[in-house]
């Protein structure tokens, strides 16, 4: 039988790792605002790592070499344990703080202010009107958490979900069968698999990553199996929900 490729172990998983919210993959949200002539634009777009992040605040200096300022910051894992801020020449912490303040504190659908694989750039192009430190933090600030409204009214908005993977192995005879009692039951079947000699298939599963879940999946294994399989734990994924 051809093997998955291999995962964390189930001692190297989270314990009860939390659900977060990201933007749906595919969106780049863009919101502006005006101050005393200046204008101020924000752009929200999804990231996986930090080189990301930058890649995209570099592409857009190059797209809008006319605005003066391209303040950048993002958040980034799940349990948003990177997170940036520039100021990109504005005075310090006028800029980048309040964007990364934004991301970090702006409620989301599902209550909590848990917002992460985010980068927001916010370009400004000047009006000819200082705004002093009070108006540039607010200006910036309110760019960002419009964009993120803006966000919530298109839908684009999701919640990031661990899953825990595990193996199980089936008689070949058994694993339709299997298949659609676990589907049904609400478990995710990633993937099936056969052995060369047709005997038995390996199905790939996916649930919540809560003990809950987990011990609800042995149980029923257990159930189909007669008690003679055991879920191996082959990792964990992340999926959007």
């Known amino acids: ?133 009070g108006g540039l933090v607010s200006a ?4 960002v958490t419009g964009a993120l409204h803006r966000a919530r009214e298109q839908g684009q908005l999701r919640s990031r979900t661990s899953m825990r993977v595990f193996d199980v192995e089936a008689p070949i005879v058994e694993a339709g069968r299997w298949e659609n009692e676990l589907r049904a039951a609400g478990v995710v079947v990633t993937a099936t698999e056969y052995s060369t000699d047709g005997a038995q298939a390996q199905i790939r599963l996916s649930v919540p990553d809560t003990e809950v879940q987990t011990q609800e999946l042995h149980r029923r294994i257990a159930a189909l199996s007669a008690g003679t399989v055991i879920p191996t734990p082959a990792g964990q994924r992340w999926v959007d929900r």
Not at 140 to 143: A, C, E, G, K, R
């Open 140 to 143: 910036y600030s309110d760019s």
């Open 1 to 133: 039988m051809s093997a998955f490729s291999a995962g964390p172990t189930g001692t190297d998983l989270p314990q009860l790792a939390r659900p977060y919210t990201v933007l749906s993959s595919a969106a780049e949200i863009t919101h502006e605002i005006e101050r005393r002539r200046s204008r101020f634009r924000t752009l929200l777009r999804r990231v996986e790592h930090e080189a990301e992040a930058q890649s995209w605040v570099e592409k857009l200096r190059r797209a809008h070499p006319d605005a003066r300022h391209h303040c950048s910051a993002w958040v980034i894992g799940p349990e948003r344990q990177l997170q940036r801020s520039h100021d990109d020449g504005e005075p310090s912490g006028t800029a980048g703080a309040p964007i990364l303040a934004a991301l970090q504190k702006t409620e989301m659908p599902g209550g909590a202010a848990d917002l992460s694989d985010v980068v927001a750039v916010v370009l400004r192009w000047f009006g000819g009107t200082l705004l002093g430190p």
